[in-house]
């Protein structure tokens, strides 16, 4: 069972522990399940959207998405009515002790392991796969009547190990995390995290490509340190090289120098 109850659950059944963050969609604590002493992670946020008397968030984790091990296990909801807020809901996520794939961007002068690379790109497509068309790689035959899901916020802080990254367990499972951005339909407003957005997102909306487009954005910092792109500068460069580049590229896409580390294989 993936789910104990629907959205009845009050934060009292919990104890805080420690706060982990606050990002756009809210705020993050790890808290423990008084019941059984179960430490779980709990999300906080007034900013949400319904869909046929659901948070959305809810009925893609909890509706359609089922239990696919690398996305996040939503464990409780609930919508509550405070003083300070019209709603806010809460949800109770497993928590993942290995941390977030953001903690292995390589440092300055350091470089990532390519066959971990490449571990992350195949558990990160694997699951755009699955979100976009329904598919296992298990599978031969995609999942009938499959609801295509957009997650629009894939980048390194979103990824998470489910075990810790060790000497002896150098490739823990990856989950994908935060689904407060997801949609049911490509297009309308851009969301997620801009420095991870597509040439044409501001033009098309979220799409399956501006979803691909963001794990290409997340393998490249992860071999590099950043995103392949930047910002174009405000003034043209001096050479003539990168002055046919600035009159090329549109202003909310800059290409990055990075150095040349990719394979030699």
């Known amino acids: 069972m993936r789910f104990r109850s629907t959205g009845v659950t009050m934060p009292e059944e919990y104890e805080q522990i420690r706060k982990l963050g606050r990002g756009g969609q809210g705020a993050c604590w790890i808290v423990k399940r008084k019941s059984d002493g179960v430490k779980l992670v709990r999300k906080t946020t007034d900013d949400f959207v319904n869909k046929r008397g659901k948070p959305l968030e809810v009925r ?55 066959k971990f690379v490449w571990y992350v790109f195949q558990q990160m497509a694997d699951v755009l796969a699955y979100l976009h068309y329904g598919y296992e790689w298990s599978k031969v035959d995609r999942r009938k009547g499959w609801q295509p899901i957009l997650h629009c916020d894939m980048k390194l802080v979103n990824i998470f190990l489910r075990t810790p990254r060790t000497k002896d367990n150098k490739y823990p499972e990856l989950v994908l995390g935060d689904f407060g951005l997801a949609k049911l339909k490509a297009g309308g407003e851009i969301d997620g995290t801009e420095k991870y957005w597509s040439p044409e997102a501001r033009t098309t909306g979220n799409t399956k490509a501006t979803d691909v487009w963001a794990l290409g954005a997340t393998i490249h910092q992860l071999v590099h340190g950043d995103v392949p792109d930047d910002r174009r500068p405000e003034h043209p460069p001096e050479s003539s090289y990168e002055k046919k580049a600035w009159d090329t590229y549109t202003a909310d896409i800059w290409p990055r120098h990075m150095p040349n580390r990719y394979t030699q294989y």
């Open 60 to 114: 893609i984790l909890r509706d359609i998405l089922d239990a696919h091990r690398r996305t996040l296990n939503l464990v409780d909801w609930a919508v509550l009515s405070i003083p300070s807020a019209p709603k806010l809901l809460v949800t109770y996520y497993d928590l993942y002790p290995g941390g977030y794939l953001s903690d292995w961007t390589p440092k300055k002068g350091q470089e990532s392991s390519e």
